[in-house]
């Protein structure tokens, strides 16, 4: 397997190991005892969880609408303004780190430059999962007033690349964490100058 092929989002474990160096001197775990985690660092680490919290909510409402325990009007009312706004503020997120942070990053630190480029390309491949997304979200919205089997169907194509985004979404959410907080506590937000 290539290298590209070993980062393409879909099948990646993880940061490469030379662009962990600051993710082994500041872990996980230890990253909430840091005083320079006050400020940029926890803002990150909030707008990603209200991520994850957004797609988990999604992933959920299909399971209730597909096991029955939600009608199709109910489902689509819940659905419809969820989807919208988790689509619209994750293509808005990515829009900033994209054009202000990752630049300002990389110059910092430009040994962790190839892992701001690995971030962009994953912004790109989310995006495309995007799309599919809102595609099969609106043709299942719009199979709700149809038959039960072209509904299923469509709850099927739906449940699908919603699976696949919230997978992509988690596995990026987390290795731009360890690439962009461990950063900033070794530098600060001064020192960034992103405070
Ligand atoms: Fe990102
Ligand atoms: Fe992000």
Redesign the pocket.
């Known amino acids: 397997m290539t290298d590209k092929l070993i980062l393409e989002l879909e099948r990646r474990t993880g940061l490469p190991d030379d662009l962990r160096f600051l993710a082994e001197k500041y872990p996980r775990d230890e990253w909430q005892a840091h005083a320079n985690i006050h400020g940029m660092a926890n803002m990150w680490l909030q707008r990603h969880d209200m991520f994850r919290e957004l797609g988990g909510i999604l992933t959920g409402a299909i399971s209730d609408y597909r096991e029955g325990r939600t009608t199709a009007p109910g489902f689509a009312k819940f659905f419809a303004p969820r989807l919208n706004f988790f689509l619209g503020n994750l293509d808005g ?2 829009n900033v ?1 994209d054009q202000h942070y990752f630049p300002v990053f990389a110059r910092a630190e430009p040994r962790l430059k190839r892992g701001f480029e690995i ?1 962009d390309l ?2 790109h491949t989310i995006h495309d999962g995007l799309e599919r997304n809102a595609e099969t979200a609106n043709a299942f919205l719009e199979a709700l007033k149809q038959d039960a089997d072209k509904q299923r169907f469509a709850a099927d194509d739906y449940a699908d690349a919603n699976t696949r985004l919230v997978a992509m979404l988690d596995r ?1 959410l987390a290795d ?1 964490e360890d690439l962009i907080i461990p950063l900033i506590l070794e530098r600060g937000d001064r020192g960034l100058g992103i405070g």
């Open positions: 997120h990515h780190e971030l994953d912004h990026h731009e």
